[in-house]
C-alpha cells in the first residue's frame, strides 16, 4: 500500500495533527492531487485561521465550495471551503424544523444564537455535519477535511456520538416535556436556586433557554438520526484518516497520542506523512573525517556543515521510527523540508510532486 493507493480508495480523507505541522497544507495537496488524477475534490478546513486560504493563494474562504481555477487541461475539478459554524446548524434547523414558523422561533432565539457560535463541542459537530453532506448530498469524487490541531480533531471524531447521548440523556428529556419539564421543575421545587443564577446570568437568559427547549421539541430524532449517519460514515473502508507530524520529538509524542486514540475508537491510520524532513545527503562517506581531513580549509567548512546535517537527519529518523513501527503497514511518506514557502496553485503544485514522489512503503 502507497500514499497514492490511499487517495485513490478513499471518498473521504481527515487529515490529522498538531498545529504546526503543515497538516493544511497537506490536506490541499492531497485534494490537488486527486483532482490532477482526474477527481472532483474539495478541501474544508475546520480552523478558523486563514492558512487554507493562504496556500491556495486566495484572499478567503466561505461556508460554500469555491471552485479553484487554473488545473491543467483535462485534470478534474478542486474545490476549496472553511466551515462556518453557525450558518451550518442554521441549516440543520431549516431541514428539522416542522415549518418555517418554528424555524423562525429558534433562529430568532438569543439562546440558540449564543450556542450555535460558542457552547462547546458545536463547532465539532457542525463539522462532521458539513462532511457529511459534502461527502453522501454532493457529487464530489474526494472529500478531504482539515481538522483542528490533535486534541480538537478528536472533538471532531467523537462528536456525533456525544450528541445522540445527550439527546438520550434523561436530563434533556426532563428539558423537553412541556408540562413537567423546567417549567413545573422552577415553579416547584427549584425556585430558589433560579433567583440565584438569574442574579449571575439574568433572568431573560432563562427565558430564552426555556423558550429554546420548547421550540426545539419535535426535532431531536431527525439530529439523532443525522448523528448516527455522520458517524456511520467515518467509519466506513473508503474513510481514511492519514496522520500528519513533523519530525521532532514532542510532535512525534502528540502523534503518538492521537494514534492510540484512534485505536481506541477502532480506527485505523491508513498513512502517515512526516512533513519537513532534514535531507541526509548520502551517507557513503562519514562527514566527521572528511570535515576532520580538510579542517581549517574552506572544504573543511562545508564538510562540517554536511556532518551537522545528517548528525541532524539521524535523529529525526530515530523520532520517526517508533510512530512508524507502531503504525505498521500503514506506508510512511517522508517530505523533505522544501526551499520555498507554499502561498499559490504553482508551488502547491511543487510541493505535491515532493510528497508523492517521495512516497515510500517501508518502515525509515
Not at 497544507?25 to 483532482?35: D, E, P, S
Not at 486534541?151 to 456525533?160: K, M, S, W
Not at 440565584?196 to 431527525?222: L, N, P, R, W, Y
Request: aromatic residues 6%.
Amino acid at each position: 500500500m502507497s500514499l497514492e493507493s490511499v487517495v485513490a480508495q478513499s471518498n473521504v480523507i481527515v487529515c490529522c495533527g498538531s498545529g504546526g505541522v503543515g497538516k493544511t497544507t497537506t490536506a490541499a495537496v492531497i485534494a490537488l492531487h486527486a483532482a490532477l488524477q482526474g477527481r472532483k475534490t474539495v478541501v474544508v478546513t475546520i480552523d478558523p485561521a486563514r492558512r487554507l486560504a493562504d496556500a491556495l493563494g486566495l484572499d478567503g474562504l466561505t461556508n460554500e465550495p469555491a471552485q479553484i481555477p487554473g488545473l491543467p487541461e483535462g485534470s478534474g475539478e478542486m474545490w476549496a471551503m472553511m466551515l462556518d459554524t453557525k450558518a451550518t446548524f442554521d441549516g440543520l434547523v431549516r431541514r428539522y424544523a416542522a415549518d418555517s414558523n418554528q424555524t423562525e422561533q429558534i433562529l430568532e432565539n438569543s439562546f440558540y444564537r449564543n450556542i450555535s457560535t460558542s457552547l462547546s463541542g458545536t463547532q465539532e459537530y457542525m463539522a462532521s455535519e458539513k462532511l457529511y453532506e459534502l461527502a453522501i448530498e454532493s457529487d464530489y469524487d474526494l472529500v478531504v477535511v482539515d481538522t483542528p490541531p490533535t486534541r480538537n480533531a478528536l472533538d471532531f471524531l467523537e462528536a456525533p456520538r456525544r450528541l445522540a447521548k445527550f439527546l438520550d440523556h434523561r436530563i434533556y428529556k426532563v428539558l423537553m416535556l412541556p408540562t413537567r419539564g423546567i417549567v413545573k421543575a422552577v415553579n416547584v421545587a427549584a425556585q430558589t436556586l433560579l433567583r440565584s443564577i438569574s442574579k449571575v446570568v439574568g433572568t431573560e437568559v432563562i427565558a430564552d433557554a426555556i423558550a429554546f427547549f420548547g421550540a426545539f421539541e419535535g426535532m431531536e430524532q431527525g439530529f439523532k438520526e443525522r448523528a448516527a449517519e455522520v458517524d456511520s460514515l467515518l467509519s466506513q473502508p473508503d474513510t481514511a484518516f492519514i496522520l500528519i507530524a513533523s519530525p521532532h520529538a514532542d510532535t512525534m509524542a502528540e502523534a503518538q497520542f492521537f494514534a492510540a486514540r484512534l485505536r481506541e475508537l477502532k480506527i485505523t491510520v491508513r498513512a502517515l506523512i512526516i512533513n519537513r524532513m532534514q535531507p541526509s545527503f548520502g551517507d557513503n562517506h562519514s562527514p566527521e573525517d572528511l570535515a576532520e581531513r580538510y579542517a581549517g580549509t574552506p572544504l573543511g567548512e562545508q564538510y562540517q556543515c554536511l556532518a551537522e546535517a545528517q548528525h541532524l537527519a539521524r535523529g529525526e529518523q530515530k523520532h520517526l521510527l517508533g510512530l512508524a513501527q507502531e503504525l505498521a503497514p500503514a506506508p510512511v511518506v517522508q517530505v523533505p523540508v522544501q526551499a520555498f514557502e507554499v502561498s499559490n496553485m504553482a508551488t502547491l503544485q511543487l510541493l505535491g510532486q515532493a510528497m508523492f514522489d517521495t512516497d515510500v512503503t517501508s518502515e525509515p
